[in-house]
């Protein structure tokens, strides 16, 4: 991931196909530089934990920013 964006604003996790369908966001997580990130679309959002903390916080913290998102863990 090259590109680097903030969201200033909470992104709705379901979204609206061109066909009326729902379709649920993906989030990865993934450890980079020492914190863990979250990957939505093209965007690395750090999150405030480190590398070295619980993988379980990383996953509530996303759930609860991102509700009803599908996630991805990555090593």
């Known amino acids: 991931?090259?590109?680097?964006?903030?969201?200033?604003r909470r992104v709705n996790s379901q979204h609206?196909?061109?066909r009326?369908?729902?379709?649920h966001m993906n989030?990865?997580?993934q450890k980079l530089n020492g914190l863990w990130h979250l990957i939505v679309g093209s965007c690395q959002i750090r999150?405030?934990?480190?590398e070295k903390q619980d993988r379980a916080l990383v996953v509530a913290y996303a759930r609860r920013v991102y509700p009803?998102?599908?996630?991805?863990e990555r090593d």
């Open 1 to 8: 991931m090259h590109s680097m964006c903030t969201l200033n």
């Open 68 to 72: 009803g998102a599908k996630i991805i």
């Open 20 to 23: 009326g369908e729902s379709t």
């Open 47 to 50: 999150t405030p934990f480190l």
């Open 16 to 18: 609206l196909s061109s």
């Open 27 to 29: 989030i990865i997580i």
